[in-house]
């Protein structure tokens, strides 16, 4: 009982005050070096915290100011752990005359959704069947064996390398749905393994960097679809996407591109260009900015692996090529799988809204079959990996009809498409965007 007494004192220091504060005052805290959140009912001044995250700085700033219980608990899977570092962040708790939802949320639902959290928990959802990831790496190794088998015995000719590319292609693009399985600390129950076993895949088996990639993708989980949070959404001018943004650009005469025609161009530079140019540069130079030497050294063991083994077959320029052809296939494989779940929905500035209505409107799903569980990653489950991201994606479709139970319920629209229906409302969704912005351009 002492040393709670010295840590409330460390707290008073730390933060200036202890007590209970309402929903006015904590929304005050939002700017840089100022950042309040609440997670169950407990105020925490995270203003210096934020640059120690793990998942960045940038994905708790983008909950100050709000209750950010959903959010906390769909990222730590050992909350009791994370809980233990949060005390010395605590400045007190919401007056009992507050609700416990901030903006008007519906509080039922929230309560209704925490309920189903719990439910599944019981259930054992969040509980991996080893066996799986087991033989989900299994085959990518597998892969890659294949193809230089392949060059072993039938040579370097343009039939056998182009098939050689595809299988490539296909290695590495399994790859990446493994790697965001650790990443989201899914498979062990010891999250220090999931770090390992994500630097080995995204590093060593795809070249990449595991602190780039949380950096990015967790921003993208807390706040989907959302403007200057959500950096899934910042198309670097190249494209205008929903329905604000088009309209914002057209009334300030911005044009980049002519993006009454982005439907069009999305071919030549989106899918191609994603991963070998504008992720490949970012990567590289996130890794130098800041200091992710052990990310780097990663990711030269794949560099090193990848010319050892295929510049004995084609020399160094050939090697390059076909290194270059692989990632241009892995791109249009990720770009219109991970796309065709956000694009067509809606994607509009910050509305603080709950954590199910937030991520249901940010996402749909892709009919399950045995092909597009694994030609998606288990990503055609999209809104439950939304919800519970750190649900091992074996076992999405067990939450699957107790989610849609749940949105029934309270009018909440749960979307689900047919694989070439959501691929067609990639192009249809970009093309209804440019002609929004055309309008807004011409007559406002």
């Given at each position: 009982m002492g040393g709670g007494g010295q840590q409330t004192d460390r707290i008073a220091s730390t933060n200036g005050r202890f007590g209970t504060y309402t929903w006015e005052e904590v929304q005050k805290h939002t700017k840089s070096g100022d950042q309040w959140i609440v997670v169950e009912r407990k105020v925490y001044n995270v203003s210096q915290w934020v640059k120690r995250h793990p998942g960045g700085l940038r994905i708790i700033g983008h909950y100050a100011g709000e209750d950010a219980t959903d959010a906390f608990n769909a990222f730590h899977p050992n909350l009791q752990l994370v809980r233990k570092y949060m005390k010395l962040l605590l400045i007190g708790e919401l007056e009992a005359s507050e609700p416990s939802q901030d903006r008007q949320k519906n509080g039922a639902l929230v309560e209704d959704f925490r309920?189903?959290?719990e439910c599944l928990e019981a259930e054992g959802c969040f509980k991996t069947q080893p066996l799986f990831f087991i033989l989900h790496l299994g085959h990518i190794l597998l892969l890659e064996a294949i193809a230089l088998m392949m060059l072993c015995y039938f040579g370097t000719g343009w039939i056998n390398t182009a098939i050689v590319a595809v299988i490539l292609a296909t290695a590495q693009s399994q790859a990446g749905w493994l790697q965001h399985d650790f990443g989201h600390l899914?498979?062990?129950?010891?999250?220090?393994?999931d770090h390992l076993l994500h630097k080995f895949v995204i590093g060593h088996l795809k070249g990449a960097s595991a602190g780039w990639w949380n950096h990015r993708h967790f921003q993208h989980h807390a706040k989907p679809n959302i403007f200057k949070k959500d950096p899934d959404v910042n198309m670097l001018n190249a494209f205008v996407v929903g329905k604000v943004q088009p309209v914002e650009y057209g009334i300030k005469k911005i044009k980049n591109l002519p993006y009454n025609h982005q439907h069009k161009y999305f071919f030549f530079i989106g899918p191609p260009l994603l991963i070998p140019v504008y992720f490949q540069f970012q990567i590289?130079?996130?890794?130098?900015?800041?200091g992710l030497w052990v990310d780097l050294v990663?990711?030269?063991s794949y560099y090193v692996r990848y010319f050892l083994c295929y510049t004995q077959f084609y020399g160094v320029l050939w090697a390059v090529l076909?290194?270059?052809?692989?990632r241009v296939m892995e791109s249009h494989w990720f770009v219109w799988v991970t796309q065709m779940s956000h694009i067509p929905m809606d994607i509009d500035y910050e509305k603080h809204q709950d954590w199910l209505s937030m991520q249901l409107d940010a996402t749909c799903n892709i009919e399950q079959s045995f092909f597009n569980d694994w030609f998606s990653g288990h990503l055609n489950f999209q809104i439950e990996h939304h919800l519970f991201p750190t649900m091992?994606?074996?076992?999405?479709?067990?939450?699957a009809p107790r989610v849609r139970?749940?949105?029934?319920?309270?009018g909440v629209k749960y979307q689900e498409k047919s694989l070439y229906e959501a691929f067609a409302d990639i192009v249809r969704s970009l093309e209804n965007s440019g002609e929004l912005w055309l309008d807004a351009y011409l007559n406002k």
């Open positions: 309920a189903l959290r899914s498979v062990f129950k010891n999250s220090r393994w590289i130079q996130n890794m130098i900015v800041h990663w990711c030269i076909l290194f270059n052809i692989v091992p994606r074996h076992n999405y479709w067990r939450a139970a749940l949105c029934d319920k309270y």
